[in-house]
């Protein structure tokens, strides 16, 4: 029999890089609308009820979840030594036997059933349960102190050196495993600050109606601002609410919340912080602008929890969502929106979407899978949404073609016929563009894509000289 004292390890924050009450809320909450107010009546009745509701409510895939390997790896090494092991957490029982059962690193394990098992709590079972056993405690949180001060040792696995030192008074032996703090730069990722170029959509009216007033300009900038802090509040819901999706995926597994660089907790704070600010700042345009903001926000919430799963709607949902800011643009400066620059936008926007699901389908059908996650399509479905986005895109030109010729372009240019060469351009982008995701090149989000593409830049750079020759020559 090994003479190695118990190994007794946490579950949030310890070997695991999340929390699985945050987990198990917003896989429930990805499944069904109404589950912030389901989570609130079971919080009435106590937290251990809450954890316990929404652990039989969610779908969380265990082996997808962002685990602490380092942690992982000391479980491993003291089973290889022969040394006793324990999962004991304040989580659900439920997850935490599933948890138990994925990794196969523990004698037993225990988790919430009927007493939050945190702290004290803790404490208490663990000498009930354990007797005159000397046991090491594995924890990452203030709350592991009283857990620590009933132990033989201690293992911490955070990066905050005062609860370390607290560790190492009540055991001067106790060990550290190495824990990254969250990094500002994840946080300012979390925000999708390169998304904001689709904010810019805001000045499009004031440039179709060239209204450069200072006072006007002032307006615009403040509905970008607004538009922003909504859509980086938006970003994180969104994250939060497709984090199974996320992880499934190659790349955006990587994203702040999926891959556990910054807590759910955060981002459970962040969301409302931010819809906050940008709301109250809408407000402070005009109130036809905050309608609209709120508008936009109900759609993205809508289409985060539901409609980003129906096939053709999902896309039609993302072109009223881009047109909806040039819509805001224009409530916000007090700038009458036309209704070719309503078509135009409409179409173009139609067509992008359609081409964000066609690089998705592209990626699935590459990984062999047959059906993109967390959408309405199969692999199958590919040629139709080429055909859709292709043909949008062209239609698009057209309007913009038709628009040149009328009577409106004569009043705002001297010049119009420049415009034609818009068409062109814009022609030959869409095409590459089209050919680009065939290839399955295209990045997640074609508007990020047009961002960094230098061919793009090129051609975005064409189109305002067109459009300022047409204008003063």
Known sequence: MSSKPVLVVDLDGTLLKSDMLYETFWSAFSRDWKMPFVATAALMRGRAALKTRMADLSAVDI???????????YVENWRAEGGRTALVSAADDGVVQEVARYLGLFDEAHGTNGENLKGEAKARFLREHLGDTPFIYMGDSTADVAVWEASSGAVTVTPDAGLRGRATALHADAHHIDAAAPRLRRYIDALRPHQWLKNLLVLIPLLAGHRFEPATLLLALLAFAAFSLTASGVYVLNDMLDLASDRAHPRKRNRPFASGDIPIAHGTAMAPVLLGAGLLLALAVNPAFFVLLLVYFAITMAYSLQLKR??????????????LRILAGGAAAGVPISVWLLAFSVFLFFGLAAIKRQAELEQARASGKAMAHGRGYRADDL??????AVASGFIAVLVMALYV???????LYSNPEMLLGVCLVLLYWFARVAVITHRGEMHDDPVVFAARDRASQVCALLILGLAFAGAVL
């Not at 010729?405 to 009043?411: D, E, G, I, M, Y």
């Open 310 to 323: 129906l096939v053709v709607i999902d896309i039609c949902v993302l072109a009223i969502l881009y047109t």
């Open 63 to 73: 082996p997808a979840l962002p685990w602490n390997q380092d942690a992982r790896a």
């Open 383 to 388: 040629v139709v949404v080429q055909m859709l």
């Open 405 to 411: 010729t009328s009577p409106k372009v004569s009043a």
